[in-house]
């Protein structure tokens, strides 16, 4: 596994497309082999050393098929060290940043980044326990205040951020709603709440009134964002990161950046694992489809 988090130790790493296919089959593999046909769990060499070919039916498995890699556009020594710049550099990087720096097309740096961030979506293995801080938020286009209707350009986004030990802030979550009712906002608490450890602490918004049959959950006023001060925070980093970044954008992408922003807070403390977890995602997501995005 690489653990570095520097361009330095990457580029030692990684010298050229082998050593890419190399890591990419000592992960894909790591347990043994299963061919996808037939079950068989016995090998052959395949087309190249990078393919393997089931004993028992002959079907040719690459290192790439089944994965987000599969079919990429660029050299995979590429997309590499666009994954590495997208998880371990703080803010992340602009496509027209990477496409500069690696000498791709902006369409193609544009599509892996798109890629990069659908990978990064939580795999909602980890739910939001104990302590756990929610808000509504506006973000993009000009500032307003109104809740859950006049958006505008914005985009309503809910977000949750838990309060671990010493009341410090652990992992959180945001994703795009339509209205900040009940019925929008509960999807997101399934998703990221544990419901049976979690004491909720929101703001006094009617909108949560119907979740507290579901959810334990207190109300007080936010004072401004003064009530909710670790929640203000990463309130104040996600705004400033979009308004850095994001410009005009339909829902799917926005939640895309939000991906994005909290793949890499929720890991800020792993860093030496943040880019070999990203590749083990794109290894295991299904191939993304191009076509999707046409916008
Ligand atoms: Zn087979």
Same mark, same amino acid.
């Given at each position: ?27 894909? %593999? ?28 002959? =079907? ?132 990221? +709440? ?5 004491? +909720? +602490?929101?703001?006094? %918004? ?34 400033? %990161? ?14 895309? =950046? ?20 990203? +590749? ?9 489809? =191009? ?5």
């Amino acid at each position: 596994m690489f653990q570095g988090i520097s361009i330095q130790q990457f580029n030692k790493f990684f010298k050229d497309e082998d050593s890419c296919k190399q890591y990419l089959f000592d992960l894909k %593999w790591k347990n043994g082999y299963r061919c996808r046909r037939c079950g068989c769990t016995k090998s052959n060499k395949g087309k190249t050393r990078f393919y393997l070919r089931c004993k028992r039916c002959g =079907y040719d498995e690459s290192v790439t098929a089944h994965s987000m890699f599969h079919k990429l556009k660029i050299p995979l020594l590429k997309a590499f060290g666009m994954a590495f710049r997208l998880s371990v550099k703080k803010k992340g990087m602009s496509t027209t940043e990477l496409a500069r720096e690696f000498s791709v097309n902006q369409k193609s740096s544009w599509l892996f980044k798109r890629k990069t961030q659908e990978a990064m979506k939580s795999s909602g293995k980890y739910l939001l326990d104990t302590k756990v801080e929610v808000d509504e938020i506006l973000i993009g286009g000009p500032q307003s205040n109104k809740r859950g209707r006049n958006k505008g350009d914005k985009k309503l986004v809910v977000i949750a951020v838990e309060k671990v030990k010493g009341n410090k802030i652990g992992r959180a979550y945001a994703e795009v709603i339509e209205q900040a009712s009940g019925q929008c906002l509960k999807p997101f608490f399934e998703r990221y +709440i544990d419901k049976d450890n979690a004491q +909720i +602490i929101t703001d006094e %918004w009617r909108g949560y009134w119907p979740l507290q049959s579901e959810f334990e959950i207190k109300q007080k006023p936010s004072n401004g964002g003064k009530g909710f001060p670790g929640l203000h925070v990463v309130i104040m980093n996600l705004k400033g %990161w979009i308004r850095g970044i994001h410009h005009h954008c339909s829902e799917r992408f926005t939640n895309g =950046y939000l991906n994005e922003f909290f793949f890499r807070f929720n890991r800020r403390n792993f860093l030496t694992s943040i880019w070999h977890k990203l +590749i083990e995602r794109f290894m295991t997501s299904l191939p993304y489809s =191009y076509k999707a995005d046409a916008i």
